[in-house]
């Protein structure tokens, strides 16, 4: 069953004729995407601090949370927003990335990699870590804990925040301790059956998934590299744990729980947990759908006992 939430606003999309992602040029998708947060989005709560910061040319939001002491060196989430690395930036996941940091204690730097398709993979990749190489290094200055690093996202965010737990587990580099993905994209090749019982009427649909994905990954042969699939890395041995958020009426369902269960089967700990009734995107729409703040606040919780 469908939470009525998500059945209205699938129907107020529909009665106000917003027209859907894959018709439309990135330009004008982003900007669609940007406007309709103020929409679903709860208000952006207040933190202890903002800065705007860059690791090389990549632009990246330290938050830290409200009652932290200034000189306290906090652990911190390296968060990697979703929107088939075509849409979203900062601004998109400002609430979200507010809401963590506040309800996990932690600090949270948001990373504003490049989008397809004027930069096409691997370009989001590269940013992803040089953005975690560089917190980790400039923690001392950021007043952050190098021990305590976790990296987290949703959808594509999520494809490379596992990815990153990878990478920094074969380069040795930097001590990631904790991987939070929220309906991660993990397998490029589509064909889970959640992307057909999923791909028409619940918001992200097979074509939207084409069109990120084209733009994205346009040699077909980019889908079997790890680094797009991480679900297809052979050794997923030794990895940070992992909290593995999906939802029910989300065609990327079932490549979420195949990279929790890989996960577990090569020895880490990780923890699946499906809101059976929510579709794709959902945890950022807690002015519209009230299972979304319930998710935030699990998110939250489980970065805090990771991290403090």
């Given amino acids: 069953m469908l939470h009525p939430h998500a059945q209205a606003l699938l129907k107020?999309?529909?009665?106000?004729?917003?027209?859907?992602?894959?018709?439309?040029?990135?330009?004008?998708?982003?900007?669609?995407?940007?406007?309709?947060?103020?929409?679903?989005?709860?208000p952006a709560p207040d933190v202890g601090a903002v800065r705007e910061l860059k690791a090389g040319s990549v632009p990246l939001r330290l938050y830290r949370p409200i009652g932290s002491a200034p000189s306290q060196a906090l652990p911190v989430l390296v968060y990697y927003h979703g929107g088939g690395w075509v849409i979203g930036d900062l601004d998109t996941h400002d609430t979200l990335c507010r809401e963590l940091c506040n309800g996990s204690g932690c600090s949270v730097v948001a990373v504003d990699y490049r989008l397809a398709p004027e930069h096409r993979f691997p370009a989001a990749v590269d940013d992803a870590a040089a953005a975690l190489r560089w917190v980790h290094a400039n923690a001392g200055e950021l007043k952050l804990d190098p021990a305590r690093?976790?990296?987290?996202?949703?959808?594509?965010?999520?494809?490379?925040?596992?990815?990153?737990?990878?990478?920094?587990r074969d380069a040795g580099d930097v001590p990631v301790v904790f991987q939070l993905l929220v309906y991660p994209a993990t397998d490029q090749r589509r064909g889970w059956p959640s992307h057909t019982s999923n791909g028409q009427g619940y918001l992200l649909t097979r074509e939207t998934m084409d069109y990120f994905h084209d733009h994205y990954l346009p040699d077909p042969a980019m889908d079997m590299d790890w680094r797009s699939s991480p679900l297809l890395r052979d050794d997923l041995g030794k990895l940070p744990p992992a909290l593995v958020l999906t939802a029910g009426y989300d065609p990327l369902r079932d490549e979420g729980l195949q990279y929790a269960h890989r996960l577990t089967?090569?020895?880490?700990?990780?923890?699946?947990?499906?809101?059976?009734?929510?579709i794709h995107g959902f945890i950022t729409m807690g002015r519209v759908i009230d299972e979304a703040n319930v998710a935030v606040q699990l998110c939250a919780a489980q970065l805090r006992q990771a991290l403090q």
Avoid: C, W
């Fill in 12 to 42: 107020l999309i529909e009665e106000k004729g917003v027209p859907p992602t894959h018709t439309l040029a990135p330009g004008d998708a982003r900007s669609l995407y940007r406007d309709r947060r103020a929409f679903t989005q709860p």
């Fill in 149 to 168: 690093i976790a990296v987290g996202g949703d959808s594509a965010g999520g494809n490379l925040a596992a990815v990153m737990a990878i990478v920094a």
């Fill in 265 to 278: 089967e090569a020895g880490n700990r990780a923890t699946l947990v499906n809101f059976e009734r929510q």
